[in-house]
T-cell receptor, first 117, second 113 residues
Framework: EAQVTQNPRYLITVTGKKLTVTCSQN?????MSWYRQDPGLGLRQIYY???????DKGDVPEGYKVSRKEKRNFPLILESPSPNQTSLYFC????????????????FGEGSRLTVL | DQQVKQNSPSLSVQEGRISILNCDYT??????FLWYKKYPAEGPTFLIS?????DKNEDGRFTVFLNKSAKHLSLHIVPSQPGDSAVYFC????????????FGTGTSLTVIP
């Protein structure tokens, strides 16, 4: 089954304790991205990756890191989490975003709800 | 600054009637637009898209209209069904500026049986 898998789905942590949210897709997609969803702000892009070893900042990258060592995996790293990073996080992938030959459809994971105390 | 705006946080419609969800954007470089549907505790799922070379795209009960001069798009659902109750996000991208997607804040649609 084609899917984007995120782990953990739920996490409560404390300020400053490093954590990683994993994301894996089994569709051989080139493009992967991380979003956070907050009330009244919709989905905001944190980082995205066009392919292996190619990553770029989105609109809200501060406090986050990513890596793309393999095509299928795109982990989101919070080196020193703070309460303002409490949010619902979504990983997404696409065959390739923006080309005329592709709808640009993003496939989303089920989300990871993170609470930083 | 929000480049994609959905000014109606919520909408209620009777079953069988038309639902119209609206979206406005500010960046004239956007050339691809998408609608996503999100149920609680699930990730958004793709619904329908439209390229800027078109002004209408239809898929079953769902039709998206694009008015480039007004920088406005709308999603029409006819007839509305209770299973359509969800949060709807519109999104936009500009293919020559790095393949980022910009999402609106979402509209929560409730279809009343």
């Amino acid at each position: 089954e084609a899917q984007v898998t995120q782990n953990p789905r739920y996490l409560i942590t404390v300020t400053g304790k490093k954590l990683t949210v994993t994301c894996s897709q089994n569709m051989n997609h080139e493009y992967m991205s991380w979003y956070r969803q907050d009330p009244g702000l919709g989905l905001r892009q944190i980082y995205y990756s066009m392919n292996v070893e190619v990553t770029d900042k989105g609109d809200v990258p501060e406090g986050y890191k990513v890596s793309r060592k393999e095509k299928r995996n795109f982990p989101l790293i919070l080196e020193s989490p703070s309460p303002n990073q409490t949010s619902l996080y979504f990983c997404a992938s696409s065959l390739f975003a923006g080309l005329a030959a592709n709808t640009g459809e993003l496939f989303f994971g089920e989300g990871s709800r993170l609470t930083v105390l | 600054d929000q480049q994609v705006k959905q000014n109606s946080p919520s909408l209620s419609v009777q079953e069988g009637r038309i639902s119209i969800l609206n979206c406005d954007y500010t960046n004239s470089m956007f050339d691809y637009f998408l609608w996503y549907k999100k149920y609680p505790a699930e990730g958004p799922t793709f619904l329908i898209s439209i390229s800027s070379i078109k002004d209408k795209n239809e898929d079953g009960r769902f039709t998206v209209f694009l008015n480039k001069s007004a920088k406005h798009l709308s999603l029409h659902i006819v007839p509305s069904q209770p299973g359509d109750s969800a949060v709807y996000f519109c999104a936009a991208s500009a293919r020559n500026t790095g393949n980022q997607f910009y999402f609106g804040t979402g509209t929560s649609l409730t279809v009343i049986p």
